[in-house]
């Protein structure tokens, strides 16, 4: 696991970390309950990986730091 000390958004984990998989434990939450302040505690390229590290810890956001969509790809829905 790899557990940084410091507090952050998550938008600055998403640009701080693009491109990886991250989880991140949730430190606090804004009025509808979305993480505000959160703590870096896993990354890798895929999310299984992710998951493997953190289970068992209770609050976790996990989310891919990266487009959906490869530059230069459409996605019709």
């Known amino acids: 696991m ?5 507090a952050m958004t998550v938008a600055e984990a ?5 491109g990886n998989w991250l989880a991140l434990e949730v430190l606090s ?10 703590r870096l505690l896993a ?18 956001y996990i989310f891919f730091a990266g ?3 490869p530059k230069g790809w459409a996605a019709l829905y």
């Open 43 to 60: 990354k890798a390229r895929t999310r299984n990986e992710v998951c493997d590290e953190v289970s068992g810890v209770a609050d976790v």
């Open 14 to 18: 998403r640009k701080r970390f693009a």
């Open 2 to 6: 790899v557990k940084t000390g410091e």
């Open 29 to 38: 939450r804004g009025q509808y309950q979305e993480p505000q302040r959160v």
């Open 67 to 69: 487009p959906v969509v």
